[in-house]
C-alpha cells in the first residue's frame, strides 16, 4: 500500500517520505487498530448505540495521528537505545535516515492536527485532552527509571476512553473509567508480551520493562492479567445491560487469550510477537459483540 502511494510521489520526495511513515509506524497498523478499539468501545457504550457520526469521524482520525505522535516521540527518545537493539536498528532515527530535530517537528505537527481535532469536540473533552498529551508525551521517557512503562503506555491509549465519553454524552460516567482500567490492565498484558521480543536486547542496553521485572514469572503474570481483564470486561457488560452477542465476543477474546498463552510459552521471539498481534483480534471481537449487543437492544 505504501509503495502503491509512494510511487505518485516525485522521485526525489519518496524517500524522505517513506522514512517519516516508517517513523510512525504507518506501515506497521496493529498499533493503531489496538487503540481503535478501546476508542470504539467507548463511543458505543457511550452512544449506547452507533455513536453519532461528528465524534466517530474525529476519534477514529484522532487514534491514528495521536499513535503516529507517541511513535515519532517514542523513537526520538530512544534514539539511542534503538541503535543498540537488533529489532529496531534500523528505524529511521537509530539509521541515520531522519535527525532527531525532524523527529520532534513531526511529533509536534501530528499533536497539533490532533489538538485541531479535538477543538471540534466540546469543552469537557477539550480539557482531558491536554492529560492524554501528557501521558503519550511522557511514555517513552519512562523505560528509564521505572519497570513499568507498559502501565503508563496503557494509562496513554485508553485516554481516548473518557474523551470519548466527554465528546457524546458531556460527562464521563462511572462505567467510562471501569472501562479504562481494564484498557491499561489489557495494554500492560500485551505490551508486556511484546517486551519479551527485546528483553534480552533491553537488559543489555539497560532499558527497563514489565518483562524484565515479572523475570521467570512473567506467564503468570500475564495469566493473572488476563483473567483480570476479562473479568472488568464481564462487569462492563452487566452494568451496561449487555445481551448475547457481547458475551459471544468475551468468549471469543477468552479463547484467543488461551493461544496466546500457548505462543509464549517458549518465550521465543517471533511466538511472542505473534501473540501480541493476536491482541487485535482480541479488541476486534470484543467490540464486534458490543455492537452487536447494542443494535438488537
Not at 494509562?155 to 476512553?161: N, V, Y
Not at 533491553?202 to 527497563?208: I, M, S
Not at 452487566?238 to 518465550?267: D, E, F, K, N, S
Request: aromatic share 14%.
Amino acid at each position: 500500500m505504501l509503495g502503491w502511494l509512494l510511487k505518485r510521489l516525485p522521485e526525489r520526495w519518496r524517500a524522505p517520505t517513506y522514512d517519516i511513515l516508517v517513523l510512525t509506524r504507518m506501515d506497521r497498523p496493529v498499533g493503531a487498530l489496538l487503540l481503535l478499539w478501546a476508542c470504539w468501545w467507548a463511543l458505543w457504550l457511550a452512544a449506547m448505540d452507533f455513536p453519532p457520526w461528528k465524534p466517530w469521524l474525529i476519534f477514529t482520525l484522532g487514534v491514528f495521528v495521536m499513535r503516529s505522535a507517541g511513535c515519532a516521540i517514542n523513537d526520538y527518545a530512544d534514539r539511542k537505545l534503538d541503535a543498540q537493539v537488533q529489532r529496531t536498528r534500523e528505524r529511521p532515527i537509530a539509521a541515520g535516515r531522519i535527525t532527531p530535530k525532524r523527529a520532534l517537528a513531526v511529533f509536534f505537527v501530528l499533536l497539533l492536527v490532533a489538538f485541531g481535532l479535538v477543538l471540534l469536540t466540546n469543552p469537557l473533552t477539550i480539557k482531558l485532552s491536554f492529560g492524554g498529551a501528557a501521558l503519550a508525551a511522557i511514555y517513552p521517557f519512562t523505560k528509564r527509571y521505572t519497570h513499568l512503562p507498559q502501565v503508563v503506555l496503557g494509562a496513554a491509549f485508553g485516554w481516548s476512553i473518557p474523551m470519548a465519553f466527554a465528546a457524546v454524552a458531556n460527562h464521563v460516567p462511572p462505567l467510562a473509567w471501569l472501562l479504562f482500567l481494564a484498557n491499561v490492565v489489557w495494554s500492560t498484558m500485551y505490551d508486556t508480551e511484546y517486551a519479551m521480543v527485546d528483553r534480552e536486547d533491553d537488559l543489555k542496553v539497560g532499558a527497563k520493562s514489565t518483562a524484565i521485572l515479572f523475570g521467570e514469572l512473567d506467564r503468570v503474570i500475564i495469566a493473572i492479567l488476563m483473567a483480570t481483564f476479562l473479568l472488568a470486561m464481564t462487569m462492563v457488560g452487566h452494568r451496561a445491560h449487555l445481551a448475547w452477542p457481547y458475551w459471544l465476543g468475551v468468549t471469543v477474546a477468552a479463547g484467543l487469550m488461551v493461544w496466546q498463552q500457548w505462543l509464549i510459552r517458549g518465550r521465543e521471539r517471533m511466538p511472542c510477537l505473534h501473540a501480541f498481534r493476536n491482541n487485535n483480534w482480541v479488541g476486534f471481537a470484543l467490540w464486534m459483540g458490543l455492537a452487536v449487543a447494542l443494535a438488537i437492544r
